[in-house]
Structures are given as C-alpha cells and as structure tokens.
C-alpha cells in the first residue's frame, strides 16, 4: 500500500489546515499519528471503512477525521491550531486492527505567530 500526504505548512494560532492521504487501494483503517521533536509518535486520530472514528484527547472537539472511499483518501480537518500540534503529521493505514502499518512519507504542520 503506498500512501501520498498532502496539505501541511505554516499557520498562526487560532488557524485551520486541512490534511489529505491518498491510499494507492481501498483498506480498512487509515488514520494519522503525529511527532514532534523530542517526543513520542502519538494517535491523532483514525476511521476505519465503516465511518467510525477514534481520536486522540489532545485533538477532540478541534479536529475531524473523513474517508472518500471512492478515492481511497482520508483527510484530517485541523481547526483552532495551537502551538503544541506542531509536529510532522504520518499517515498510516492497516489491513485490520492487528495488522501491520503502512506509513505516509510525513508532513510538517508548524503552528506559529
């Protein structure tokens, strides 16, 4: 499975970005972890191809997660950014839950002033 992200950059605190992951297949769960320097890769959130949804505490309530699966294309709509969600932005899919992943090349989204 090949994964292309699309969509990061720069934008001040308060602002929006809108993510999006083209899978080269139609598979079951896809979704975004996030990484920032010095610290762990963390769930940002996942749908699976039924429409259900997780999303990690940090972003609930700011962040929405949606599939096209006609496109194959999950997009991650990021609303009131803050600082701290600065990070490079992974996408990944699985086959099923205990699956291995696949992994997009990353994207950085930089949240500043």
């Known amino acids: 499975v090949q994964l292309v992200e699309s969509g990061g950059g720069l934008v001040q605190p308060g602002g929006s970005l809108r993510l999006s992951c083209a899978a080269s297949?139609?598979?079951?769960?896809m979704g975004w972890y996030r990484q920032a320097p010095g610290k762990q890769r963390e769930l940002v959130a996942y749908?699976?191809?039924?429409?259900?949804?997780n999303y990690g505490d940090s972003v609930k309530g700011r962040f929405t997660i949606s599939r096209d699966n006609a496109k194959n294309t999950v997009y991650l709509q990021m609303n009131s950014l803050k600082p701290e969600d600065t990070a490079v932005y992974y996408c990944?899919?699985?086959?099923?839950?205990?699956?291995?992943?696949?992994w997009g090349q990353g994207t950085q989204v930089t949240v500043s002033s």
């Open positions: 749908i699976i191809n039924t429409g259900s949804t």
């Open positions: 990944y899919a699985r086959r099923s839950s205990s699956s291995n992943a696949y």
């Open positions: 297949e139609t598979i079951f769960r």
